[in-house]
């Protein structure tokens, strides 16, 4: 092999470094991991075994067990399994837990007994973002993404999806019996051992059939009306057109870094009710009095909005366009003109619609407007089928056209919001490979995805301000 670079010989005896440090360079982000669980208040984050028994068996202490999950998320090992391995041959997490070695159960459960605490230490590391100034711009965006469970969509069943099943296996056992009956007919030494296949077949339809009526009176138990098999908590969600049994991860990013400053895994599929929710925690975690907040159409809900106006946080959020008027040509509510001071709507041909009535709808206090002139008005085939043509105005209306008048003011917060939050999903999808979660339950998964968070605003601050300058932030 002339003319190649040559490796040395392995029965070569060598002179290794007589220390492990030897081997991890001084910007290594292993350093940074050790320097940061370190400093944590364990006892006060409240893991399990931060203080020792004083009988029985020795445990590890929870600082080493922590330190093997954030490196494991930093490197895209997430399995308890894969972490085993790794601690008995890699350098690197040798030289972080000092070579101590606890086998994959151990792991785990470390992991399952101590998802609250988990998500206290992610939330501890964005306080130390806070306190370095990285969040000075006060904006944040808004966004959900579904991420797949562990649970199969066959093991996951609606209503619907039940009744199809049960009529799919009807429908079987009837061609069954069928072609049974048709068996019989036939010569014994031919039909005997085909009404035998039909027989077993037949057999394992009447028990499918039976477990499906067992989940059956389940479903009807849930409150949601829903039964995952392999994970409890994984809901049935439709995403892009397609269904997914999984999670609706919530995130509020920071525009000016794009480091989640709050995130929240919930089992239900709609964003509609998470904005307040999910401002007020990045104003927490921020430290600010003043936030603002974008979010897509997917967030627009009037009592939403209102939370966060009443708490002082300023939503942008565009109306989504539910209204069939303009796609058939005809005006939509956006042509009516409301006067506050008459308390009035102007039509397009300039007549006053005034307050008729309210009313209570969904928990809402509306009001009613119409005209009396719409009759022998000319433009009324362009504006309505009916006899009137009537406009309704929730009471705190005026916080809903205050922000979509900011948002018609800075159009460009719809194009931050999309190259501010897309790009941690995508992000954290690619880390967590295609089957995402790994864990069960709503709190296994929220520690779960609390590590990914942590291990993703650990490698973007150390990209933003370098491995050593992190290091002095985390020992001041």
């Given at each position: ?7 040395e010989h392995r029965g070569q005896g060598t002179l290794l470094p007589q ?36 009988t029985g068996r020795p445990a590890y202490h929870p600082a080493i067990m ?180 999984g999670y609706n991860v919530q995130t509020a990013v920071d525009t000016q ?220």
């Open positions: 092999m002339k003319r190649f670079v040559q490796g220390s492990l440090d030897d081997y991890v360079s001084d910007t290594n982000p292993v350093r940074v991991v050790d320097v940061f669980v370190d400093e944590l208040d364990l006892v006060k984050l409240g893991f399990e075994g931060a203080i020792p028994a004083d922590l330190k093997i999950y954030i490196y494991g998320y930093l490197n895209r090992i997430q399995s308890s399994r894969r972490l085993e391995r790794e601690a008995q041959r890699n350098v690197e997490l040798m030289w972080l837990t000092g070579r101590l070695m606890p086998d994959f159960k151990t792991i785990a459960n470390f992991r399952k007994d101590n998802s609250k605490s988990i998500r206290g230490v992610c939330r501890q590391f964005v306080v130390l973002c806070q306190q370095l100034g990285l969040f000075e711009e006060n904006l944040v965006a808004i966004d959900g993404s579904k991420f797949k469970a562990v649970n199969n969509r066959d093991r996951n069943f609606t209503s619907a999806k039940l009744q199809r099943r049960m009529e799919e296996i009807e429908s079987s056992i009837n061609r069954y019996l069928t072609a049974l009956d048709q068996a019989d007919r036939q010569e014994p030494a031919a039909a005997q051992p085909k009404a035998a296949r039909l027989g077993e077949k037949i057999a394992k339809l009447k028990a499918q059939m039976k477990e499906l009526q067992a989940i059956e009176v389940r479903l009807n138990d849930s409150p949601d009306k829903q039964v995952s098999l392999t994970d409890p908590d994984a809901r049935s969600m439709m995403t892009r057109g397609t269904g997914i049994v870094h794009h480091l989640i400053v709050a995130h929240e895994v919930t089992n239900t599929g709609s964003d509609r009710d998470q904005l307040s929710s999910m401002a007020k925690q990045a104003r927490e975690a921020m430290a600010s009095e003043m936030l603002s907040v974008v979010a897509d159409r997917g967030y627009f809900k009037s009592e939403e909005i209102l939370a966060c106006h009443d708490a002082g946080i300023t939503a942008y959020v565009p109306k989504p366009m539910t209204s069939g008027a303009k796609a058939d040509g005809r005006f939509n509510n956006g042509a009516f003109i409301y006067e506050a001071s008459k308390n009035e709507y102007i039509c397009p041909a300039g007549e006053a619609l005034i307050w008729r009535f309210s009313s209570i709808e969904k928990g809402l206090k509306l009001h009613r407007y119409w005209s009396s002139k719409c009759q022998g008005c000319a433009l009324k085939s362009q504006c309505t089928p009916s006899t009137e043509r009537r406009i309704r105005r929730w009471e705190h209306e005026a916080v809903l056209e205050e922000m979509q008048n900011r948002l018609s003011k800075s159009p460009e917060m719809m194009r931050v919001r999309k190259r501010t939050v897309e790009h941690p999903f995508g992000t954290l999808k690619q880390w967590m490979g295609a089957t995402h979660f790994l864990t069960r339950k709503l709190a296994g998964v929220s520690a779960e995805m609390s590590l990914n968070v942590l291990a993703y605003n650990l490698k973007r601050v150390m990209k933003i301000i370098g491995t050593n300058g992190l290091m002095k932030a985390l020992s001041a």
